[in-house]
């Protein structure tokens, strides 16, 4: 399969116990050895809306040649009483990105997926700036290639200064028709430098939130179209051992 950035995503659905709650997106990502799944922090906990799920199930292919094998994968979300997941905050305050280890050791034999680096982010700021084409990737509504077990994929432009933190937050905007069940998804821009093929792709951001005014006439005045995407360096922090 050529399209190896369709593979980095996973559909995350939160369970209490058998009950389903949500869907969301994730993406995978692996550093010195270790694989994580990247989501955002509200899929997983969220006060304002008494969401506490307990485990989560991804979907994982079992056949590079035939994508309609798939298996699910149940991930607690606590043991003992102690959380599995590492949330983080900076001097914006908390940062709406979650990531949790899984257990390699534990996934298919024959599971196939991508995963992003520590290489896959941007060490400089030359290619990346205002209006630039974006792709965000995952699970809009739970719709999917139920067939084959693929994301879709949405265009977007980066909408505010890249590398500034908008309003003092450690996230940046972006102008795109994105809703419910992006949660978590992976932001990336098309690196024309790569050194390797395989996945040829910047990871700017992690999906959070469309953006609204309180004070919109909704009878007047369309939605912004805006969302915000908290910068992705914060998964060195978060999968620093």
């Not at 004070?215 to 978060?238: F, H, K, P, T, V």
Request: proline share 5%; aromatic share 6%.
């Amino acid at each position: 399969m050529n399209e190896s950035l369709l593979l980095t995503a996973a559909r995350v659905d939160t369970f209490d116990g058998e009950r389903p709650l949500t869907a969301a997106s994730g993406f995978y990502f692996r550093r010195d050895g270790r694989l994580y799944l990247v989501t955002s922090r509200h899929v997983l906990h969220d006060e304002p809306s008494a969401h506490e799920p307990d485990r989560i199930m991804i979907e994982l292919h079992t056949d590079a040649r035939d994508l309609t094998q798939s298996t699910g994968f149940s991930v607690p979300l606590h043991r003992d009483g102690r959380r599995l997941w590492r949330k983080g905050a900076d001097s914006g305050g908390d940062v709406d990105v979650a990531v949790m280890e899984l257990d390699q050791s534990a996934l298919p034999k024959n599971a196939v997926l991508e995963a992003f680096t520590p290489a896959h982010l941007p060490r400089s700021l030359d290619d990346v700036e205002v209006g630039s084409s974006l792709l965000v990737t995952g699970f809009p509504l739970g719709f999917h290639d139920t067939l084959h077990h693929l994301p879709v994929v949405r265009s977007a432009l980066i909408a505010s200064a890249f590398g500034i933190r908008f309003q003092g937050q450690g996230c940046f905007l972006t102008d795109a028709r994105l809703h419910r069940g992006m949660s978590g998804a992976a932001v990336v821009l098309r690196d024309l430098h790569a050194k390797s093929a395989t996945l040829p792709w910047k990871l700017l951001g992690v999906h959070s939130a469309r953006l609204d005014m309180g004070n919109r006439d909704a009878a007047q005045d369309e939605s912004l179209g805006l969302n915000s995407a908290w910068y992705a360096d914060i998964l060195m922090a978060l999968t620093t051992p």
